[in-house]
């Protein structure tokens, strides 16, 4: 016997339909990897400027840090402030943007519909961003050396203080995106956020009202600034280098647990 595509359906009373199978729900680190290379290439686009914009400031802060500070402990906090900012430009102002447009303009849901863990649509987000500052930091870093005639073997230590810097940075950025009720506010939220990091870290900590210090030790790259800028003394203090780095960790998984959260809560509404 043969049917039409007009025959109907005949479902025997009572019978229960089984639901369809859905697709698997992806891994944690495919879904990161992917999510990353498809934030890499969109930020791709505005690379060169995004470099450009976030060197020269972090450089011409440095100038013009270089008429009141001659040399010492002072040189070290501008030179490590200096080119721990590039992060913050990158990671905690750009990110708070990032999040907050792509909430407001609907892309939350797009990202609500694929079958990936959130904690991967944050972390690839926040780890493309932060790819683009190692080399900006780099140069500011070299800059900062020979304006202020600084070592530059201690360099090497910022292989570790960018990516931890950045994910405490990245995951603040991320969160305060995602958790204001509107694009303007996402957007203010993260020029106060990289003024902090400009005021706080790389102004030296000596020159600062006691009560301006103990905010400083609120903000999470502060850490990372105070181990790069030990690396600079002629015998550094390793132990506590590591005891900063290990705090700028602790922070940074905090943070991007947050904004994981913040994500959860911002896709269901």
Known sequence: MTTTAGDAVRVPAGAVCAPADLAPKARFFPALAAVYRAQLSRARVARIPLLFVATFQSVGIMILMRGVVDGGSEARAVVAGSSVLVVAFVALNLLAQ???????GGGLDHYATLPVPPASVVLGAAAAYASFTLPGTL????????????????????????????????????ALGLLAPRQELATLAGQLGMSAALLLGVLPPERM????????DLLPSTYGVEAFARTFAADPDWAVVLLDLGVCAAVGVLSLALATWAYRRAAVR
């Open 139 to 174: 140069v500011t870093a070299v800059f900062g050396c020979v304006l202020f005639g600084l070592p530059m073997g201690g360099l090497w230590i910022l292989a570790a203080v960018v990516p931890l810097a950045g994910a405490a940075l990245a995951g603040l950025g991320a």
């Open 98 to 104: 990032y999040f907050g447009q792509l909430r407001a």
């Open 209 to 216: 009202p006691e009560v301006i210090v103990w905010a400083r």
